[in-house]
């Protein structure tokens, strides 16, 4: 789920910084899912008459992003500062909560109105949920992205809750003639206990509509809830199992058409010519056409990441129809050669340079190595890390490479739009409205209100649907055609098209003294287009002398947000070099782990240490207590442990590996997190088992390769995701118990499984794998 | 003119007779539920029934859907109420949940076969089901539920 926009807004800082094109790792430690992070709140709150009777609230409250930096909030758009719930209570007694954000699978539509319902004092099985329009005035930012969507909200939805019941005791007060400090509420019911009336919420709704927003509201106690923190069932599970219409692909209107789209078949080559003559025979075809996504010069923003420029369309009836004309359509492609892009941003415009190379894999892997020797940016620097390697007794160093990943969201791209010269109606799935609408407008010269923006349910997420060029497309498809209109990509359009996980390396070293303790760390990553680095965590923090680098390859491949991005390598590469080094060491991997962590709590070394030492080592002492760590309950099983910080979370995993039939099995698993308040557990496990399972597939078999510029997998039959048979026979799922605010959920479990697997694979094999996926031939490379 | 018998019901459909099933269903009789993930024969999640076999009907040309019974997962159970479709609400199985129409529907398959799967037969049986998010350990355990619910309903009946 996710995901992603955190990171995505730090990269999107990064892009409008102006110092190089894309993800520069000039100052990661901006990156919002920073510890730093909080919001300062200002609520206002605004009651109105429902038409027909009742009590809706809107619930704004200003969230400042509480970044260090304070010119970077000064610039943050105006919008994206308010965040707003609704409530809306009918004189029949309907309570309504609209859900703001985009839903993608992290369950949101629950968990959001939850938090409402649990301050409004409501039955929760009555209460009626739905998707809120797009409206970032009244509805906040409504991003799904960056494990935030209950961080974000947590404060302004409770209050919401306890300020529309506040009004709504006072409505029944009056309208009693008793005193309101003699009313309680249950379950949607007011009660006075003196003269044994109750009336429900409807009964008062209209009243309390009329009544003044209270100023400032008690939220309850974290120990009195019985909403959050108490499982509650997905609010769409019965619509999803019966197969009722939720998804954008499943959209539909009166004289719709649809409408695929051919990118060029390579990155760095760009359409010459086509021939539809064959196509336009085709039956149910209307029309082929090209289309150019931006005009030269125009000014691009951080998520109009777009692959190709010039589109080649085929619009029909139906949908198979435009899948047969496409195969009789002949398109000539050609070079594209370096081309500009122009960034647009605070800092002013600035044009950037994509490089023309059709990149092959093995090319790209040998760049990597190249520019791994050559001198990169310094991003962290404590102690004197170059004397302390120079004098070591020993020195450990290894190497860790990840390939590009799609995010292959089970529902492919696609979105309705039909735009008239007047306004414009967009429906489907995207993880941030708010991002995509300043470029609808400009593209189709409407103003903002005429746009309206529907989010529909989405068949997954994982930071792909931030970046909503597909929407941008779809806008000047129906612009063009004059009717509404579906685009719809294939598999293979969706898996070839871009916005990968970039390809990533990265080279630990780390000095010992001669009686092995460690002196010195070294961290120096790279990747294409952007390095993963994050240096102000683990175990930064830990050692007197550290010094992490980051170096990038400039690549006309295009990348975004990956559930956690950057974190899903690096945990993968400093947990396993960890192991290795606990090994060198001669500890245990946990007790090394938590030796360090003491040492970052009692005398940190350097600022900006992003974790918390004690939570970290919480997670850690909890999966070590609950998986029996140093007694498998099976002699077969071979374990691996890691554990990492990311989105303000924690998480733990211990694997249990056997090899079947010559393949690694991760049998079982447990999972340790501390995302502070558990607001909906059920789900919560639910998500940690899938990130597990997300873990297990992508560092065993994930993977995509180019051949000169052209992807090598382009459908699951060569993109290999984990399956059934595949996926661990039991995940046990452990919260740290606390009454911590929440923290995010959807990315942190994700990136530690991969360290954890590669660890598990080492016992299992005796062989250290050092190259993602595990089950490739050469991820056993031998390094230095 | 194809004409389908799709849950019960008998649909003239106006499209080239080669037009995979899946297609038909979503473009010309509007039920949606079945879901394009691959095109290919690979995720599953278009799987229906046709005379009661799972089929891939990304794959499946219509034309070899008439004179046949077909059941999408709308017709499942009249009111959606089939023991995997309770065991699924009951585990709160579903994450994002596209894919999820498509696994109910060759697990009823599993289970008509086999009452009482076990993992291994729960395995072979939904290997062709891709879910992206993750959730096979709860549809697992759903479909041993659901085994538990069949059962009772059948020893009630
Ligand atoms: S869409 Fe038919 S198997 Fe994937
Ligand atoms: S629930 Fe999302 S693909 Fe299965």
């Known amino acids: 789920m996710v995901f992603f926009g955190l990171c995505n807004i730090a990269a999107f800082l990064f892009v409008e910084e102006g110092i190089k094109p894309v993800y520069i790792p000039i100052k990661p430690d901006i990156c ?32 400042k992003l509480g970044f260090d930096d304070k010119s970077q909030l000064a610039d943050a758009p105006a919008q994206w500062n308010e965040i707003t719930g609704y409530i809306k209570i009918t004189d029949d007694n309907v309570v309504k909560i609209l859900c703001p954000n985009p839903e993608f699978g992290q369950n949101v539509m629950t968990s959001l109105p939850m938090m409402v319902a649990e301050e409004l004092d409501v039955d929760w099985k009555k209460v009626v949920v739905e998707m809120g329009p797009h409206d970032n ?18 404060k302004p939805l409770r209050e919401a809750g306890a300020a529309a019941r506040n009004m709504l005791l006072q409505a029944a007060a009056q309208t009693w003639a008793v005193p309101v400090e003699e009313l309680s509420t249950k379950a949607g019911v007011i009660y006075h ?32 809830f019985n909403v959050v923190r108490h499982s509650q069932k997905n609010v769409e599970g019965a619509k999803i199992v019966s197969g009722k219409p939720l998804f954008g692909l499943d959209y539909k ?53 777009r692959s190709f420029n010039t589109l080649l369309v085929v619009v029909g009836k139906t949908t198979w129809e435009v899948m047969n004309a496409r195969k009789k359509l002949v398109a000539e492609w050609m070079p594209a050669g370096d081309t500009k892009d122009t960034m647009g941003g605070r800092v002013g415009k600035r044009e950037v340079t994509v490089p023309g190379e059709l990149e092959t894999t093995a090319t790209q892997l040998e760049k990597m190595k190249q520019h791994a020797a050559m001198p990169a940016n310094q991003m962290r620097k404590d102690g004197d890390p170059e004397t302390a ?57 409407l103003p903002a209100d005429k746009i309206e923006i529907q989010m529909t349910r989405m068949g997954g997420g994982f930071g792909r649907r931030a970046y909503s060029h597909y929407q941008v497309e779809a806008a000047l498809i129906s612009k063009k055609m004059k009717a509404p209109i579906k685009l719809i990509y294939s598999r293979e359009d969706d898996t070839t098209y871009g916005i990968y996980r970039p390809m990533y ?11 092995k303790n460690l002196i010195a760390f070294h961290v120096k990553g790279g990747g294409i287009p952007e390095n993963a680095i994050h240096a102000n965590r683990f175990p930064a923090g830990a050692i007197d002398n550290y010094l992490a680098e980051g170096w990038e390859i400039p690549s006309n491949i295009t990348i975004g947000a990956f559930r956690a991005p950057r974190s899903n390598f690096n945990a993968a590469a400093e947990q396993s070099f960890l192991d290795e080094l606990a090994e060198a060491m001669g500890k245990d991997p946990i007790d090394f782990r938590l030796e360090l962590l003491a040492r970052a709590k009692e005398k940190p070394v350097g600022k900006n240490n992003e974790y918390d030492a004690d939570r970290y080592a919480g997670i850690l002492k909890l999966v070590k207590e609950k998986s029996g760590w ?33 393949q690694p099995y991760v049998e079982r698993v447990f999972s340790a997190i501390d995302c502070g308040i558990v607001v909906n557990p059920d789900a919560a496990t639910n998500m940690v088992q899938g990130a597990v399972v997300d873990g297990i597939g992508n560092s065993l078999y994930g993977g995509l390769t180019h051949k000169n510029g052209e992807v090598e997998q382009k459908n699951f039959h060569s993109y290999r995701i984990i399956r059934m048979h595949e996926a661990p026979k039991k995940v046990e799922v452990y919260f740290v118990q606390n009454d911590i605010d929440p923290s995010g959920l959807g990315e942190p479990p994700f990136p530690p499984v991969f360290g954890a697997v590669a660890n598990a694979l080492y016992k299992s094999t005796g062989k250290r794998y050092y190259q993602q996926p595990f089950t490739s031939p050469q991820s056993e490379v031998p390094t230095v | 003119m194809l004409s389908l018998n799709i849950n019960k019901k008998t649909y003239k459909v106006d499209a080239d007779p080669d037009t995979p099933l899946l297609w038909v269903l979503r473009d010309h009789v509007g039920l949606v539920g079945t879901k394009f993930g691959c095109g290919v024969a690979q995720c599953g999640a278009c799987v229906v029934h046709l005379n009661g076999e799972a089929v891939r009907s990304c794959v499946t040309k219509a034309s070899r859907a008439e004179g046949k019974q077909v059941v999408t997962i709308e017709g499942l159970a009249e009111n959606d109420d089939h023991p995997l479709q309770k065991a699924w609400l009951e585990l709160d199985v579903s994450q994002c949940g596209y894919c999820q129409a498509g696994q109910i529907m060759s697990a009823a398959v599993l289970l008509k076969e086999n009452k009482k799967p076990t993992d291994e037969d729960i395995n072979d049986a939904m290997a062709g089901n891709i879910c992206r998010c993750g959730t096979y350990l709860r549809i697992r355990d759903a479909i041993h539920l659901a085994a538990d619910i069949q059962a009772k309903e059948g020893a009630g009946k």
């Not at chain 1, 099976?634 to 910080?645: D, E, I, K, L, P």
């Open chain 1, 32 to 63: 919002m899912e920073a510890t730093k992070t909080n919001f300062n709140r200002r609520a206002f709150l605004k009651a109105s008459a429902l038409a027909g009777g009742g009590l809706i609230l809107h619930f704004s409250a200003l969230a």
């Open chain 1, 137 to 154: 005035v009244k509805l906040g930012p409504q991003f799904t992205g960056g494990s935030m969507s209950v961080r974000m909200y947590w």
């Open chain 1, 193 to 224: 206990e003196k003269t044994g009336r109750k009336g429900v919420y409807g009964d008062f709704a209209s009243k309390a509509a009329a009544i003044p927003v209270p100023k400032g509201v008690k939220l309850k106690d974290v120990k009195n």
């Open chain 1, 253 to 305: 209107q009166e004289g719709m058409l649809i409408a695929m789209i051919h990118h060029p078949p390579a990155f760095g080559l760009k359409l010459k010519s086509f021939d539809a003559s064959a196509a336009l025979k085709m039956p149910g075809i209307k029309d082929i056409f090209s289309i150019k996504m931006f005009e030269d010069g125009f000014e691009q923003a951080g998520f109009d990441t």
């Open chain 1, 389 to 445: 390697f120079k004098n070591a007794a020993q020195i450990v160093e290894r190497t860790y490479v990840a390939p590009f990943l799609a995010h292959n969201c089970m529902e492919p791209m696609n979105f309705f739009a039909h735009v008239t010269d007047e306004k414009a109606l967009l429906a489907g799935p995207l993880q941030g409205p708010g991002w995509s609408e300043p470029t609808l407008s400009k593209i189709l010269g």
């Open chain 1, 505 to 515: 390396t990265a080279t630990y070293r780390a000095a010992l003294d001669a009686n």
């Open chain 1, 630 to 662: 140093g007694k498998p309950e099976h002699s077969q099983y071979h374990r691996g442990v890691a554990a990492y910080f990311c989105h303000n979370s924690y998480a733990a995993h211990v694997v249990d590996m056997v090899i079947k039939d010559g």
